[in-house]
């Protein structure tokens, strides 16, 4: 059965620290892989998207980046947060019809 | 573009049938979905429907398609203080695309 990890589960960082945020899947290969953000509880925002390795969709321009060095793995950077990065993160896979989410990890910026 | 709707708060008394509502605005929706999203949790799938099907059961779960009016609906029976969470409804258009969300219904459950 498929299984997605993402970690650290929380993280309370700086401004201006870099970031790192890490996603894997096991049971599939090839998927589509997404990076979520949600503010306050509230709605999803979608940040990145990839079909493959080494194909990122960027949907929304920030201080953000994401990779995806290897099928399975998926990384979402930053080189400096600012407090408004400050959320809960959702790593999320899709085979042909249904979309499946991480944990999530949660972001404090200070 | 297309667009999700719901309503941001629904509340209801434990026992009782909630009803959640949703809109989209995609007329080539393949599949919509029901997410259940508990505190600090990441998004549980609860259930989908294709878009050529007007219902579908699953235990206290019925989701209800109005394609003609794109309205969908879950309708949790004999609702329960375990049920109250964010539900999340959402779109597929092109199978591999990305999914669109509603901003969530709070669910809250009084004993």
């Known amino acids: 059965s498929q299984t997605i990890h993402q970690w650290p589960a929380t993280l309370v960082q700086p401004v201006g620290s870099p970031l790192s945020l890490e996603c894997t899947v096991e049971?599939?290969?090839?998927?589509?892989l997404y990076w979520y953000r949600q503010a306050a509880g509230r709605g999803l925002q979608l940040l990145f998207y990839?079909?493959?390795?080494?194909?990122i969709s960027s949907e929304v321009p920030q201080n953000l980046s994401a990779s995806r060095p290897q099928d399975r793995q998926f990384i979402l950077s930053s080189k400096k947060l600012l407090l408004s990065d400050s959320g809960f993160y959702l790593c999320?896979?899709?085979?042909?019809?249904?979309?499946?989410f991480g944990p999530g990890t949660r972001l404090l910026v200070l | 573009g297309e667009d999700v709707e719901q309503s941001l708060f629904l509340s209801v008394r434990e026992g009782d049938s909630s009803v959640i509502n949703c809109t989209y605005t995609?007329?080539?929706?393949?599949?919509l979905y029901w997410y259940k999203q508990e505190p600090g949790a990441g998004l549980q799938l609860l259930t989908y429907?294709?878009?050529?099907?007007d219902m579908k059961q699953d235990q206290r779960l019925t989701v209800l398609l109005n394609k003609k009016d794109k309205h969908l609906s879950l309708r949790i029976a004999d609702t329960q203080t375990g049920d109250s969470a964010i539900y999340f409804c959402?779109?597929?258009?092109?199978?591999?695309?990305?999914?669109?969300f509603g901003k969530g219904t709070r669910l809250s459950v009084i004993a």
């Open positions: 959402a779109e597929l258009g092109v199978l591999g695309t990305p999914l669109v």
């Open positions: 995609d007329s080539s929706s393949t599949y």
């Open positions: 429907i294709f878009s050529n099907m």
């Open positions: 999320a896979w899709n085979g042909r019809e249904t979309q499946y």
């Open positions: 990839s079909v493959g390795i080494g194909q």
């Open positions: 049971g599939t290969s090839n998927p589509n």
